[in-house]
């Protein structure tokens, strides 16, 4: 048999024929991104590539490839004991690596001599993260969005969730990014992806979507927590028409209490993260804040963020970059129970 390669345009296109997408890289490449569904068998782990690398300096190449094809083949050996025993004949993986080269082309050469149908990405990682960037610039112009707007607390994720459990098509920018989207957005133990990690989410994500239906997205502004948002998702989005979703202010505040129960049980990391505020509100506002919180008071200090300071710099921010709030086609309003948050989406998925 012989190895088949593969363009990144074409495995993209036929990402979902594999029957498995193998990352040869080390697991710390493999952490900051990789190919949607990929799997790590690295042929050099971490500490290998850096042992082979301090040779190939101080020492030769010739020794340092020596030495990497040793590592390498206990690896690979390792991998397919672990994985591959148990396989049919007609198992098709793709193999990459950074550049498509020895890494992926190791790997794949004896899988291949085993009997597999193996391809290898040509360019490896490098070329595919070329094309994901190519078709975030592309792919999100073709789509038309319907907004969900609505001020912090309105319930605009959990609508999301509504629609997409009775089929709407939906884009939740802030489930991608693992952050919901203002400075108390970040769940402590939870970090965001990398930035590559994000695009790639996204494209996975958009390249399912049908073009002739409706996507439904939240109102975000160009970063979600620390990641980028590509200029050709906010464009159209910003061009889109707007439904405006509201809620009571007691129950916002009895929402985001138990959404961000993480801080109502940790005083100390919600008064941290209310540091970063104090060049906006200044330090007699934040420290009365972090007082009142200390005390027990964190309904209130919720109540007190919503009217002093997200409520007027979300709406300063809707009008300025969103076309279509002033006039939203549709305005619904919910009272925070289960049953009126699935009758809104419903109400919402007719109307489009």
């Known amino acids: 048999m012989a190895l088949i390669p593969v363009s990144a345009s074409d495995a993209l296109a036929g990402l979902d024929g594999f029957s498995a997408v193998i990352d040869a890289r080390s697991e710390s490449e493999y952490a900051e991104d990789r190919l949607p569904g990929a799997v790590n068998w690295p042929t050099l782990n971490d500490e290998q590539r850096r042992i ?15 030495r990497g094809a040793a590592m390498a083949a206990r690896n690979i050996a390792a991998h397919i004991e672990r994985e591959a025993m148990d396989l049919p004949k007609d198992w098709k993986p793709l193999v990459y690596c950074w550049r498509g080269g020895k890494r992926s082309g190791s790997l794949a050469l004896v899988l291949d001599q085993i009997g597999f149908r193996v391809q290898v990405l040509e360019g490896g990682y490098r070329e595919y993260r070329r094309a994901v960037m190519a078709q975030l610039d592309v792919l999100p112009r073709g789509l038309r969005y319907r907004v969900v707007c609505g001020t912090t607390g309105s319930g605009k994720s959990h609508l999301l969730q ?38 790639s989410r996204l494209w996975d994500t958009l390249r399912r979507i049908d073009p002739a239906r409706v996507v439904w997205v939240e ?16 464009e159209p989005m910003r061009a889109s028409p707007c439904v405006v979703l509201s809620l009571p202010l007691p129950a916002r505040v009895d929402l985001l209490m138990r959404d961000y129960n993480h801080f109502v049980t940790d005083t100390a990391a919600f008064c941290q993260r209310l540091d970063a505020l104090r060049v906006l509100r200044g330090n007699e506002v934040i420290n009365a804040w972090q007082d009142a919180a200390r005390a027990g008071q964190t309904e209130e200090v919720v109540r007190e963020l919503l009217l002093a300071h997200y409520d007027p710099i979300y709406l300063q921010s809707m009008r300025r970059n969103f076309g279509g709030f002033s006039a939203p086609t549709l305005e619904v309003g919910w009272d925070g129970s289960a049953a009126a948050l699935e009758a809104t989406a419903a109400r919402l998925i007719a109307s489009e």
Not at 52 to 66: C, D, H, I, L, N
Not at 219 to 234: F, M, Y
């Open 52 to 66: 082979v690398g301090t040779e190939y300096a101080q020492v030769s190449p010739f020794v340092a490839r020596k």
């Open 219 to 234: 109102s975000e502004s160009k970063k979600v927590g620390d990641l980028r948002v590509p200029q050709a998702l906010i």
């Open 162 to 199: 509504a629609l997409a459990a009775q089929g709407a098509q939906v884009l939740d920018l802030e489930a991608l990014a693992n952050h919901r989207g203002s400075v108390l957005g970040l769940v402590p133990g939870s970090p965001q992806p990398s930035q590559k990690q994000f695009d």
